[in-house]
């Protein structure tokens, strides 16, 4: 099957700073990434949509300054938390799909932990 | 609105079989899925049903009632590494995944 890796797996870091996590669609084109977050014992929440070369769609309430994607190519797609405070601190999951097929593909998840 | 119900949790016992429902509204329909999560783990691929009737694949079988709304996932000769969460997931008519809460299968020896 398809294979999405994320990077990194886990992370903590301070209240104010910038975290990058990268997905990667390591043998297929994938067309469209999702990016979702999940809080404990939650199901998962899709925060974005992004087609690659395109501005993501931001779901209602997720604010496209805190969370920038950007999907440059065909096989990444990268999330940036910007001025992380604790209330992110999540499980952050991205799935990818190939054009005219239905399956989305999920990457491991990373966990951010802001202190 | 969109909605897709399931059982919050389940408790089986191990070599039994347990069936986990699934009921959805939403606007449209292209197809229905269920994925596997472990605790603290990404959700994995476990079967895609577009057309009714029943999908067999190994231990587990989905089945897809489009008439009615409704879905169920059947598993068989349970061990305990299934103890986990079952998501039910629906692509809608913009091809966008709705899903639900998730049900927290509990597998006793």
């Known amino acids: 099957g398809a294979v999405v890796s994320q990077h990194p797996s886990r992370v903590i870091c301070k209240s104010g700073t910038s975290v990058k996590i990268e997905c990667r669609s390591l043998?297929?084109?994938?067309?469209?990434m999702f990016w979702y977050r999940q809080f404990p014992k939650q199901s998962l929440m899709l925060m974005a949509t992004?087609?690659?070369?395109?501005?993501?769609?931001?779901e209602q309430g997720v604010e496209k300054d805190k969370f920038l994607i950007n999907h440059a190519s065909l096989t990444l797609s990268t999330l940036t938390v910007t001025s992380a405070h604790p209330e992110d601190s999540s499980f952050y999951i991205c799935?990818?799909?190939?054009?005219?097929?239905?399956?989305?593909?999920f990457g491991p998840g990373t966990r951010l932990t802001v202190l | 609105g969109q909605n897709i119900d399931q059982p919050t949790e389940m408790t089986a016992t191990e070599g039994a079989i347990v069936q986990i429902n699934c009921t959805y509204q939403t606007s449209g329909f292209n197809g229905l899925f269920w994925y596997q999560q472990h605790a603290g783990e990404a959700p994995t691929f476990l079967s895609y049903n577009v057309l009714d009737g029943l999908e067999e694949k190994g231990r587990f079988s989905s089945f897809l009632s489009r008439s009615k709304g409704y879905s169920y996932l059947l598993l068989k000769e349970l061990q305990m590494k299934d103890s986990a969460s079952y998501l039910c997931a629906v692509l809608d008519s913009n091809y966008q995944l709705i899903w639900g809460a998730g049900t927290k299968l509990i597998i006793k020896p």
């Open positions: 043998d297929f084109q994938a067309t469209t």
């Open positions: 799935s990818a799909r190939e054009e005219d097929y239905n399956e989305q593909f």
């Open positions: 992004s087609n690659e070369g395109s501005k993501a769609t931001y």
